[in-house]
Nanobody, 121 residues
Framework: QVQLVESGGGLVETGDSLRLSCAAS????????MGWFRQAPGREREFVAA????????LYADSVKGRFTISRDDVKYTLFLQMDSLKPADTAVYYC??????????????WGQGTQVTVSS
C-alpha cells in the first residue's frame, strides 16, 4: 500500500499561486493513477484534478480548468498541483489520492492526510 503525504498549503491572497506536493512512499507512484480532491467546511469532498500513470492523460474540474495544473515526477515519487489565480472559493483542505483515473473519489484507495489552503479576499 502506498503512503501519501501532502505539503505546500498555506494562507495566500486572491490572485496568488501555490504549489502543492504529494510525496509517496511504500510503493512506486508509477503503479497508480493519481488525483487531487478538496473539501471545504460543510461541503462534500470534490474532485479537482487527476492524472494517469504515464502522465499522458489529465482531468480537471471545470472550476479549476485553466488555473490549476496537475503533474507527476515518478523519479522523485511526487505528485504536484500548481494552483494559479487563486480565489477565495478555492479555500479547502486538499487531499492527494492514488487509485484509478476518474472524477469519483471512490476509485481512489489511498489518501493523504490533507493540506489546508486558505485564500483571502
Amino acid at each position: 500500500q502506498v503512503q501519501l503525504v501532502e505539503s505546500g498549503g498555506g494562507l495566500v491572497e486572491t490572485g496568488d499561486s501555490l504549489r502543492l506536493s504529494c510525496a509517496a512512499s511504500g510503493r512506486t507512484l508509477r503503479s497508480y493513477d493519481m488525483g487531487w480532491f478538496r473539501q471545504a467546511p460543510g461541503r462534500e469532498r470534490e474532485f479537482v484534478a487527476a492524472i494517469n500513470w504515464s502522465g499522458g492523460t489529465t482531468l480537471y474540474a471545470d472550476s479549476v480548468k485553466g488555473r490549476f495544473t496537475i503533474s507527476r515526477d515518478d523519479v522523485k515519487y511526487t505528485l504536484f498541483l500548481q494552483m494559479d489565480s487563486l480565489k477565495p472559493a478555492d479555500t479547502a483542505v486538499y487531499y492527494c489520492a492514488a487509485g484509478a483515473l476518474s472524477r469519483d473519489a471512490q476509485t481512489f484507495g489511498a489518501w493523504g492526510q490533507g493540506t489546508q489552503v486558505t485564500v483571502s479576499s
